[in-house]
Structures are given as C-alpha cells and as structure tokens.
C-alpha cells in the first residue's frame, strides 16, 4: 500500500511513476474519496466537540431547569447527527481502504522503461548457454520419462498439472529442496516451516488480493492455498514492531505451491514447465529501508550461488517497468537455459517491496533516534522453485546412453553420479 499523504502531496509524481508500470489507475478517484473522507472526519470530530461542550454545559445546570432541558434536548439532536455520520464516514473509510488497495507499488529510479518482457534488459550472463549439446532434448521427450514423472495417474488422480514423483524422480526433488534449504541456512537465513493455507487478511497484506484472486485455490473458509512461501514468511510478524537492532532478519522457507496459471498454452506448459502443484524454497528479509537495495542485491547473489553449483548456463533480467509486477517495486528475474527446448525458463524472481506490503501488514521496528514506529522494508527472492530447474537438470545433463550425470553439488543428497529412466 502507498502512502496516502504521498499522494495527497505529490500526486504528479505519483502519477509518472504509476505511468512508468504501464497500468490503468484513477488516481483522480482516489484523491476525491480521500478529500471526502477528511471531510467528512472533520464533520465528525466537530459534532463530538459539540457534545462534549454540551456535556460540560449540562453539569453546571440545575437538573429540571428549563436549561438543563433544552441541552438534553440539543445532545440528543447532536447524537443522532453523530451517528448518521458516522455511518456515512465509515462507508467512505471502507471505499478509500479498497481504492488504496487498488493502486500497485511504485518502480524504484533504476527501473529501466518498457511495457513488454521483450524490453526487459540482460543484466547478467552465465556459462555457455550456446555450447551445442547433441543429445539433448526437451525433457518430455526423454525416454522413460513418464516413468519418473507421470503426469497421467497425476491427471486421473487430480488433474493437469498435479504429477506423481515415482523413486528417482521423487528423490531428485527431494535431492533439489534439502540442497537449497542447507546452502541458504549456511548463506545466514533461518529455516521456517510455515503453513500453507493463509486467511485473507495475510492474502490482502502481501499484495495477492486484490489482485490475483483468480490464480489461487480458495477453500469455504475461506482459506488460501498459498501461491509462494512468501505469504505465511512475510506476514510472520504482521501486526508487530521488531526491534530496530535485530534487523536484517533473514528466513527460508519449503512449501508447495499451488497456482491456477490460467491462460497458459503450448510448450510452455508441457511436462515440467508450468505446474499447479510444484516445490520451492523461498528466500525472505526484513531490513531497514536504508538498507534495502543493498539487501536485494545480496539475496540476488545467494539465489544466484545456487544456479552456479548446479552448473547451469542463467541469465539475469532487470525487469521493466511494465514487466515489475503490482507490488514490487523493483525486480530481477532468474532463468536457466534449456537445452532441449532451446529457451530460456524463469527459476527466480527477487524483488524489492521497500514499505509496499509492511504498510499493508504493520511490520514495524522502532526507530533509535525518532523513538517512533517506522515501517520496514521487505524483500524476497525463489531459492529456488524445483521444477524448471529440474527441467534445465535434465536436457543440459542428459547422455548419449539416457541417463542424466547429476551436478558435483547435488551427488551427496541424491546419492548416486547417474540418474536413470531405466
């Protein structure tokens, strides 16, 4: 959520930095229901300045004097007033909370221009992503892949999109969550096991609603199912002020995730590439707003660290302002390149929030030299979602006999060299 008085004192800036997301905002609206509710507050304190001016006259008159009557009289007029009032001003209230909900965060300066991910800009480039591989092939098409993977019985069981494991296929997604949630605690993060079923309220506080409402999986509660590890972390210390000197606090975190993807087609969704039940380990920090970017780039590089000693080819993307999504308000995405399909496939994305969601969830720490509350800075960051990496595993490391050589890295936890459809 944004500042309200930004807004009422800087509405142009405001105004050229939402032009800059290339979404379609009101903002006109909004300033009109926030003067209307100023006004109507205004109103409201007036009356109860009035009552309470007559209470004080009331108890220096004799009761039954004709006095005494006529403020009973004039308190009673002020008290229906007051509550036809302030029903009006509570309506207005809820309309300014909806219309600031509505307005997504502001790009940071360093955003580059753009509408499209095709304006995205390579930030960084890593390893021989065009070293040609002759066996490689899109991992679906990999013999004995619907052995390990099979997205069939998962379809019959479920439906697209929810696929079995089966032996080495479950134990490499095992292999891949226990090696990232050990690096990222040796990189200083504390490992959290959170819920995966968030109330509205955490929903509303991350920025999911109300936005991307149809993307979710909602129970009769209701209840969430959450999208990303994101949502049950950031809201850990919703309602709280942390204190100032415990900041940077870091924290990692495993859940599935479960996402609807409407709208997706194509080979973009074949086998692993777009699931609506998939493993990832999500990366977190509360910090100090003066210290935030700073922050982003470290947890950029811990992301990154993960890719490097699985030996993958990546690319980094600074995302353009109409690629930055509605609550960041600066991101970086990760992609490792496929082999087989001879594309690149996101595996991270690591953004910056800086008070966007605090303000929404009151994560507060207590300033040393104001001695005040003040809003923290949050940032988060995939370390890493399993299944493209896992994908990316596969067609960069298949040989000429079928099998797939695991990564130096990951032999420990997998426990074998090979990988085998056999």
Request: aromatic share 10%.
């Amino acid at each position: 959520m944004l500042d309200p008085k930004l807004i009422r004192e800087n509405p142009d800036l405001v105004r050229a930095a939402l032009a800059k997301k290339h979404l379609t905002v009101d903002l006109d609206a909004v300033l009109a229901i926030d003067a209307a509710w100023r006004a109507q507050l205004q109103e409201v304190e007036q009356l109860r300045g009035t009552q309470k001016a007559a209470n004080t006259a009331m108890a220096a008159l004799p009761k039954g004097s004709p006095e005494f009557i006529a403020k009973v009289q004039e308190m009673k007029a002020v008290s229906g007033q007051m509550k036809e009032r302030e029903l009006v001003l509570k309506d207005t209230e809820e309309k300014f909370r909806h219309a600031m909900l509505s307005l997504p965060n502001l790009p940071h300066a360093s955003v580059p221009e753009g509408r499209t991910p095709e304006e995205n800009v390579v930030f960084s480039l890593h390893g021989a992503h065009d070293q040609p591989l002759p066996h490689a092939l899109p991992h679906w098409e990999i013999p004995g892949f619907d052995k390990l993977f099979d997205f069939a019985r998962g379809a019959k069981v479920t439906g697209a999109g929810f696929p079995f494991y089966v032996g080495d296929g479950a134990r490499i997604v095992r292999a891949l969550l226990h090696f990232f949630l050990d690096e990222d605690v040796k990189a200083g993060y504390t490992e959290v096991s959170p819920p995966i079923f968030v109330n509205a309220a955490s929903a509303t506080a991350t920025g999911q609603l109300p936005d991307k409402e149809g993307q979710m999986y909602e129970t009769s509660d209701p209840l969430y199912a959450v999208p990303t590890a994101e949502v049950p972390l950031t809201n850990f210390f919703r309602d709280e002020i942390v204190e100032e000197s415990a900041l940077p606090i870091y924290r990692c975190a495993y859940t599935p995730c479960f996402r609807r993807e409407a709208g997706s087609y194509g080979k973009d969704v074949r086998g692993l590439n777009r699931l609506h039940q998939f493993d990832k380990v999500e990366l977190l920090k509360w910090v100090h707003p003066a210290t935030s970017y700073d922050e982003l780039e470290k947890l950029r590089g811990d992301a990154e660290r993960l890719l490097q000693q699985l030996e993958l080819p990546y690319r980094v993307l600074l995302m353009c302002g109409g690629d930055v999504g509605f609550a960041q308000a600066k991101k970086y995405d990760l992609e490792v390149w496929s082999a087989g399909q001879k594309r690149w496939l996101e595996v991270s994305s690591c953004s910056n929030f800086e008070a966007f969601q605090a303000r929404r969830a009151q994560i507060r720490f207590r300033g040393k030299e104001s001695g005040k509350p003040e809003l923290v800075h949050t940032i988060n960051g995939s370390g890493l979602a399993v299944p493209r990496v896992l994908a990316a595993l596969l067609e960069n490391n298949l040989q000429p006999d079928g099998r797939v050589k695991i990564p130096a890295a990951l032999q420990p936890y997998f426990g074998k060299e090979f990988l085998s459809f056999v």
